[in-house]
């Protein structure tokens, strides 16, 4: 059994008086009213980096928190990447039960979230978020009334000022009870904090915008614990982070690859009912933000109620190993997946080997007790037990579009473009750290087809890890794509030799073909992807411009509407089916198409000529008088509009059709004239 050590800071008496809460400890004969929750998520913040404890960096706002409630020193995320985490924070399931383990992935709609129950249970839900990492459509948006993911114009990251702005505003007009979760993302690199604090921090910026963020907590905790004074609610607050930051302890200059304290140790707070101020050194994991919250809404269900941080009840009873995994490396690059678990003081690390550490007595994690240290069997089978995710199975088709995937570079997320080939003798993570920067500036240079940029750090990689599959075909198709024919066919041949079943292999190499003037040896390869997996994007895309050039149209159309069904299609994609439904004679698919481009573009819309040219095809006279005359006289089709708006002048009876028609003739180009010379309509 876990040793329990809650050292409590006040008297149940003293407690009532700094809780805050209005109806906090009162006995009553009315069922006590349900709690306003307010959850604040603070991105990339290291547990040492804020609190009473914290050095370097004064955070008041999160220590009169801390004051109020239970601070849990040894709180644990359960992966060190945003998403994954959050998604623990609102299902209450490890990696391997939400099945979430790389940013850019979508919680699936099965899972039960934190939202949506107290949704159906009657409380307002309100989501603010600060990065595009959690936009809507990564999947954690249900259950919220409110999913306010919106970003300043180019950006992917909001400021937690303007995030709290429009908090406060929703706050001044939310009924009660209200469940309200915020996010901040300020400590996330770049470090630029506030010109506010710039000065103070020249030397830790990184501090600096903790500082910077305290603040805007501090906005935001005052106008919640206002809010809940004018309903007359009590108040119940969770703060924690979704990971730390490396800040170069282990080698690891950021996070996401490692398992080590700087990341995965992270500051929690609990603030509520009948929660006494203490400090808690026994060590939980944010999943249980989950149960706490669903309990303070009286939701929790009984055999899980132990799993409140919040509660009455000793935490001893909700007692567990405590796990955590980052999987990144492992789905990536085929290196060995990393499991931790964390008992009472004793810190495990299952990665190849087993690092074993003694948090309390050596939290920096520099002397490894290894295969000597006595691990507990529940320690060993925590670990032995971990579900390890299968790399296939784990990237489950997500098509981005090139600007979510240009996003995601731009905040150092790139997933590789390929599951790897999964082998016992793969190297450690923590034994690779000097490559992590470069496959992040490698992987952000690729997105940005920055190709000839990427090569040479793309060779770096391979000589450190000749079996990185990822960086092989990135190396193909950076050779490809700069017409360095030669040298992307052998690339193919060595990525070839490391997974001789991989479809991605067949898929890069079919695009290469399909690239180059060799495009009809992409024909069979593409057909055979395609038929095998319907779904695989990037080959349906260049099976369908194959196709265009074989002049098999009517297939060409199909491939793109297929295209539209895997991925929101662009305005250019809606032009390009227009056009070869135009060319097909499918008006009604042709119109629907450029309308459609229309509604994307707005004013920029460059093909009124070919919609009106449709419309009147389909006899829809007034459609086509209105298109034609957005055409401006500087369009190069310009005499055909002339030429097409004078026959529907003719066909709607207008009265000056005739001046139409002499103004078609007088600005007719060498197409025009001859079929104005030909127009029964004009005789
Ligand atoms: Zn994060």
Redesign the pocket.
Known sequence: MIAVRICLLASLLAVSACGGAPSSGTPSTAPPARPSILLVTL??TRADAIGPEARGVDTPAFNALAARGRRFRQAYTTAP??LP?HSSMMTGLYPGGHGVHENARHLADTHPVVAARLKDAGYRTAAFVSSF?LARRFGLARGFDVYDDTLPAGQVERSSRATTDQALAYLGQASAPLFLWVHYFDP?TPYAPDAAVAAQYAKTPYLGEIAAMDEQLGRLVQAFDAHTGRQGTPSAIIITS??GEGLGDHGEPQ?GNLLYQSTMHVPLVVVGPATAAAVVDEPVSTRRVFHTILEWAGLEPADRSRRSLGGGASLAEGGEVVLGEAMKPFLGYGWQPQIMAVEGRQKAILAGKTEVYDVIADPAEEKNLGAGANLSPALRKALDDYPVPSPEAARAPENLSDEARRNLASLGYVSASTPPVVRTDAPRPADMVALFDTLEKASGLFVQERYAQVIPLLEKILTADPYNLDAELRLATAYSSLGQNAKALAAFKRAATIAPRSPDVRTYLALHYARGKDWHQAVPLLERIVAETPERLPAVEALAVVRERQGRIEEAIALRQKIATLRAPTAADLVRLGQLAMQAQQTTLAIESFEGARSKVGPGFTHDVELGVLYLSARRFTDARTALDRVPPSHPEYPMALFKRAQVSVLLKEPDSAARIARARQHADGTTRELIARERLFQ
Do not use: M, V
């Open positions: 991105d990339t990447e945003t985490s990492i996330h979704d990971h996070h």
